[in-house]
Nanobody, 124 residues
Framework: QVQLVESGGGLVQPGGSLRLSCAAS????????IGWFRQVPGKEREGVSC????????YYVDSLKGRFTISRDNAKNTVFLQMSSPRPEDTAVYYC?????????????????WGQGTQVTVSP
């Protein structure tokens, strides 16, 4: 059974750091493009970062470049999202998802399976 489980969310102070995990089961994570998205109530889900299946290249939305880092541990079958210097506007539920194509993209329609999400709250 294909499953993605996010963890690592919680309360973090602005300027701190937080690492989110996306653990996969039922499939090999490195065979697929994996994306991170986030969503706040009343707004559409937005792309954050993705790591491609073809060569493991990482991509980020422009507004988050330099603050977030995506990585993949094939031995653990897990993708991580390292959040550095988070800001209050980064508060959201963060989701990981399995892509339906080799190339990275930030449209939710490019992803088929989603985890349940993990809440991140950035506040003093």
């Amino acid at each position: 059974q294909v499953q993605l489980v996010e963890s690592g969310g919680g309360l973090v102070q602005p300027g701190g750091s937080l690492r989110l995990s996306c653990a996969a089961s039922g499939f090999r994570l490195d065979y697929y493009t994996i994306g991170w998205f986030r969503q706040v109530p009343g707004k559409e889900r937005e792309g954050v970062s993705c790591i491609s299946s073809s060569d493991g290249s990482a991509y980020y939305v422009d507004s988050l470049k330099g603050r977030f880092t995506i990585s993949r541990d094939n031995a653990k079958n897990t993708v991580f999202l390292q959040m550095s210097s988070p800001r209050p506007e980064d508060t959201a539920v963060y989701y990981c998802a399995i892509g339906n194509r080799d190339l990275c993209g930030f449209g939710p329609y490019e992803y088929d399976y989603w985890g349940q999400g993990t809440q991140v709250t950035v506040s003093p």
